[in-house]
């Protein structure tokens, strides 16, 4: 066991895990605590002050729905890679999504046709002046189809069917292959008037996308929101209505990817998991971290919303594992609000027993 003092804080470490003052295992509840009525609202945390023992903090997720903001969610079939503090120096603070950053090694993820709509309209041309507005993004076979606006002196409404593909840098190209301006064949015209989407784009301002010609071109690492991601994408392709990319080598059918994290509970279906370095969330800090959060509901996809994962740990229930780490059992976020409401959050097993 070992005590040190931080900024007016009491941290003990026992196996890895500490413990700070004011915070009972579980966000406030035990497996002899009473329930929980509410989430209430996370109390200002105490600045980090010093500096957090060093590490890498690996992360391994499978099967999440990781929430960017309240609508827009990033599903990751599978992840492997690394977290780190943006602020060297310090832990990785899970309620600031702006301190740190997840380094993609070997991943599947997606977005619907929804979701990338909203990230277009909210992130890529979300800023004053943009010259594309009102976009919509939907799939047909293997190629995507964009509707929207070009503001060009007057507004222009545009349809363009598109291949997706992958750069050398790591760049997403959307290469038209059809073109309607007006209803009219946009491609005809656009060859008559000797114009180009580079011409017409003003894109000086966006951030993370760029033209040359008439292809578009988006850095993956830089158009979504925090927290921030990066990798390098090596594949992308269009399954059903979602656009897929592939970062390192990863294949969506592997089911134990070569360097995989074990995760203590390997019977868990989704989940993610944290080892090594130094993780912050709330009052409780985890030196040497060793945490892994699982899915209360294997079914589907584990809905995780980080700007509100206070939420979904009240509604679960966490226990030390005997190796001194962490297993956190949560619900879906949905779930989780519904949960409280209710006045039902989780019930923990029997002692002894695996979730």
Request: aromatic share 6%; proline share 8%; glycine share 10%.
């Amino acid at each position: 066991m070992h005590a040190e003092a931080r900024g007016g804080w009491l941290a003990v470490s026992m196996g890895g895990v500490a413990l700070a003052a004011g915070l009972a295992l579980g966000a406030g509840r035990s497996p002899s605590a009473g329930i929980a009525t509410a989430a209430p609202a996370p109390a200002p945390a105490p600045p980090w002050q010093g500096t957090a023992p060093s590490g890498t903090t690996h992360v391994y997720m499978r099967d999440v729905g990781f929430h960017l903001d309240d609508q827009l969610v990033l599903d990751i079939a599978y992840l492997k890679g690394t977290m780190r503090p943006l602020r060297p120096g310090s832990p990785i603070f899970f309620d600031d999504k702006k301190s740190f950053a997840i380094h993609l090694d070997d991943a599947v993820v997606s977005l619907t046709a929804e979701n990338m709509t909203l990230l277009l309209n909210r992130y890529v041309f979300g800023y004053p002046g943009a010259p594309l507005r009102h976009l919509s993004v939907t799939t047909t076979g293997n190629r995507i189809v964009q509707k929207g606006i070009l503001h060009k002196v007057v507004d222009i409404p545009f349809e363009i069917t598109a291949d997706l593909s992958v750069t050398p840098d790591g760049h997403l190209r959307i290469h038209p292959v059809a073109t309607r301006i007006f209803d009219v064949d946009g491609a005809g015209l656009m060859r008559a008037l000797h114009l180009t989407l580079e011409k017409l784009l003003d894109l000086s301002k966006a951030k993370g996308v760029s033209v040359k010609g008439n292809d578009l071109f988006l850095s993956p690492d830089s158009i979504v929101p925090p927290p921030t991601i990066e990798g390098h994408v090596t594949g992308v392709r269009v399954a059903g209505n979602r656009i897929v990319q592939i970062f390192g080598d990863s294949s969506a059918a592997r089911a134990a990817p070569t360097g995989a994290l074990t995760p203590p509970n390997g019977a868990a279906a989704h989940y993610m998991y944290y080892r090594g370095g130094t993780l912050r969330f709330g009052k409780l800090v985890m030196l040497d971290a060793d945490l892994q959060i699982i899915d209360a509901d294997s079914s589907d996809t584990f809905d995780f919303d980080i700007d509100h994962y206070l939420v979904q740990l009240v509604a679960g229930y966490s226990r030390t594992t005997p190796e001194g780490g962490l297993e956190v059992l949560m619900p879906d976020y949905d779930d989780a609000t519904k949960m409280l409401s209710s006045r039902r959050p989780l019930a923990p097993p029997a002692l002894g027993g695996r979730p």
